[in-house]
T-cell receptor, first 121, second 114 residues
Framework: GAVVSQHPSRVICKSGTSVKIECRSLDFQATTMFWYRQFPKQSLMLMATSNEGSKATYEQGVEKDKFLINHASLTLSTLTVTSAHPEDSSFYIC?????????????????FGPGTRLTVT | AQKITQTQPGMFVQEKEAVTLDCTYDTSDPSYGLFWYKQPSSGEMIFLIYQGSYDQQNATEGRYSLNFQKARKSANLVISASQLGDSAMYFCAILSGGYQKVTFGTGTKLQVIP
């Protein structure tokens, strides 16, 4: 199967500190990785799209300097929330597209990680 | 811009019965894709089914089928023979913008009653 992991699953940090969240595709190479945030009982909002070796494309309204995305390899992307504030508390979910599916009818499927719950106190 | 509308915030269905979850969409892209995902209380997003805008036949994946009506811009999910484990949030999503951007609807909470 196609498994995506996220670490940590839960993190509590103090206001003003930075937090790094990792997203890994465990058994496949990811052409593209996506980062979403989800507020309680709400839908997923796309934050940014990243391709390995290139800069992330951020959605309108998402601060690039606050949410740093690094896509270091075909299996790892990181999201760093810099100078976190209580309003950044949310559920952050990453997803990835499997490079092996290119050219098939499944090429647009995204495999989601289990999510990271961030609480900023 | 693209938009997904799920008008049913919550639905109940009897175990073993079929249920339809509504989804309408709006996009100016000529090519797009439609997804349905399931999100249990644990939080992970589980892929259920995908329909391409040019697919001639409605997509089916086991007990899930997508009733795609392109002219009406609707992509309803039909779950047959509901099971207790189907209780979850269900999100409809559209893939557009050159197949790069996914926009999610607000979700429908499905509860299966024994």
């Amino acid at each position: 199967g196609a498994v995506v992991s996220q670490h940590p699953s839960r993190v509590i940090c103090k206001s003003g500190t930075s937090v790094k969240i990792e997203c890994r595709s465990l058994d496949f190479q990811a052409t593209t990785m996506f980062w979403y945030r989800q507020f309680p009982k709400q839908s997923l909002m796309l934050m940014a799209t990243s391709n390995e070796g290139s800069k992330a494309t951020y959605e309108q309204g998402v601060e690039k300097d606050k949410f740093l995305i690094n896509h270091a390899s075909l299996t790892l992307s990181t999201l760093t929330v810099t100078s976190a504030h209580p309003e950044d508390s949310s559920f952050y979910i990453c997803s990835a597209r499997d490079k092996r599916l290119a050219g098939t009818r499944h090429l647009y499927e995204q495999y989601f990680g289990p999510g990271t719950r961030l609480t900023v106190t | 811009a693209q938009k997904i509308t799920q008008t049913q915030p919550g639905m109940f269905v009897q175990e073993k019965e079929a249920v339809t979850l509504d989804c309408t969409y709006d996009t100016s892209d000529p090519s797009y894709g439609l997804f349905w995902y399931k999100q249990p209380s644990s939080g992970e997003m589980i892929f259920l089914i995908y329909q391409g805008s040019y697919d001639q036949q409605n997509a089916t994946e086991g007990r899930y089928s997508l009733n795609f009506q392109k002219a009406r811009k609707s992509a309803n999910l039909v779950i047959s023979a509901s099971q207790l484990g189907d209780s979850a949030m269900y999100f409809c999503a559209i893939l557009s913008g050159g197949y790069q951007k996914v926009t999610f609807g607000t979700g429908t909470k499905l509860q299966v009653i024994p």
